[in-house]
Nanobody, 122 residues
Framework: QVQLVESGGGFVQPGGSLKLSCAASGRTSMIDSMAWFRQAPGKEREFVSHIRWGDGATFVADSVKGRFTTSRDNANHTMYMHMNTLKLEDTADYYC???????????????WGQGTQVTVSS
């Protein structure tokens, strides 16, 4: 089993920045990739970004490309997402997830965090 705990959400004005963290524990050796998903009020959960744990290769959704950057700290089993130039439409609950395969699809993720709320508002 893998346990995931997100942190770093909060309230920010448009154009501001936030950094999310996702700390993994348990059987971290089985993790092949991790990802961030988000769910805005009244909408379905959507993919935001992905990182391949071994080499750190990343892939992000077009909606956040150039604004959000995902990285990881292997030693501390932690994934980060730096969110810059935040927009009103970035308001959502953000979830991190871990998978034993390399995938960006929600169905491929077995382990999920509890979520952290990001609110972008003026």
């Amino acid at each position: 089993q893998v346990q995931l705990v997100e942190s770093g959400g909060g309230f920010v004005q448009p154009g501001g920045s936030l950094k999310l963290s996702c700390a993994a524990s348990g059987r971290t050796s089985m993790i092949d990739s991790m990802a961030w998903f988000r769910q805005a009020p009244g909408k379905e959960r959507e993919f935001v970004s992905h990182i391949r744990w071994g080499d750190g290769a990343t892939f992000v959704a077009d909606s956040v490309k150039g604004r959000f950057t995902t990285s990881r700290d292997n030693a501390n089993h932690t994934m980060y997402m730096h969110m810059n130039t935040l927009k009103l439409e970035d308001t959502a609950d953000y979830y991190c997830a871990a998978s034993h395969i390399n995938t960006i699809y929600q169905g491929g993720y077995d382990y999920w965090g509890q979520g952290t709320q990001v609110t972008v508002s003026s």
